[in-house]
């Protein structure tokens, strides 16, 4: 029997620390080279109270993994143009092999934009 079990990934403290500064003003601004600099100071400046109750926390939390689906960003296709669609056209009509293919209608192309100038 096959049971679906949902992963989950520790957290280590930095990571935990870097949640909960997500929203902080101060470092909204900042390029994200400084943003990593200024939270490193910010976590190092942290009483040892501080980091205790951080580590309880992040020893508690878990974050689920994310779907593959997530991950992969979809790219949108971009709109034919004018010469694609003349040339998926005109590759159906012509034989041979494919780089002659190419060669006659790159060659019929620019005849069509010649005439189209005048």
Known sequence: MLRCTQVFRKVNLFGLFMRDNKGNKALKNLPILKRGKALAKLYYALTPIQVAAL??????????????????????TPKPTKYTKFFAKWSKQLTGPSRDRVKQIAKLWKKEKKSQKK
């Open 55 to 76: 580590s309880k926390r992040a020893a508690v939390t878990t974050f689920p993994r994310r779907k593959k689906a997530d991950r992969i960003v979809k790219r949108k």
